[in-house]
């Protein structure tokens, strides 16, 4: 069972979680996850489209040798968290990276990890390149590329707008899940659930 936490803040935007959060907790196309949300704190999160959500655990619980990929979701709080609440985040994505172990970030989650030195060293994307080309911290720009959802190696980086692209991208970079699962969950999607079944059914 490979387990994978998604890091949540006031405000997050709920549909940059709703796609994989689903995906991985669906035993017909990943049948060997498990999922928990965790947060600054254990009060309820309210999401950008009013939906409540109850962290399982707060960041220091976190453990990264027992933990194979952390998710940031995107949403409005990103950019006004205190320094301490950042300092935690900037360390654990850097305990995750030094482990090899998967990263996903999107939509402001994304801006964070550019804005802290943490996308130096990958291809990546963001919602918008202006926002982080000169910023001290950000030397990297030869590296980005501006598409949906970016995977180098374990790294997953992707624009707001994306979820679905982001969604394949992270199970991709888990390493086990059948392409074919992958194909058939992003196509549910994107050309109708009838026409997927018969693409999967085909292969």
Not at 119 to 137: A, G, M, P, S
């Amino acid at each position: 069972m490979k387990n994978i936490i998604f890091l949540i803040l006031d405000e997050f935007a709920d549909w940059e979680t709703a796609f994989l959060s689903s995906a991985l907790n669906d035993k017909n196309i990943t049948p060997s996850y498990s999922i928990k949300f965790a947060s600054i704190d254990m009060e309820i999160k309210t999401s950008m489209g009013n939906l409540k959500m109850l962290p399982d655990l707060i960041l220091d619980k976190i453990n990264e040798n027992t933990t194979d990929g952390l998710i940031l979701i995107g949403g409005k709080s990103w950019r006004n968290q205190s320094f301490k609440t950042e300092c935690t985040i900037i360390e654990l994505v850097k305990k995750f990276k030094d482990n090899n172990k998967v990263v996903g970030a999107i939509c402001d989650a994304a801006y964070f990890l550019a804005i802290n030195s943490l996308l130096n060293d990958c291809r990546h994307t963001v919602n918008n390149f202006d926002e982080i080309k000169d910023n001290q911290n950000y030397k990297n720009s030869e590296s980005f590329i501006n598409t949906n959802s970016v995977l180098d190696r374990k790294i997953i980086t992707a624009k707001g707008d994306s979820p679905l692209h982001f969604a394949a991208d992270v199970m991709r970079a888990l390493g086990d899940i059948p392409e074919k699962n992958i194909d058939f969950f992003f196509n549910i999607y994107t050309i109708g659930f009838t026409e997927a079944m018969k693409k999967y059914s085909s292969k």
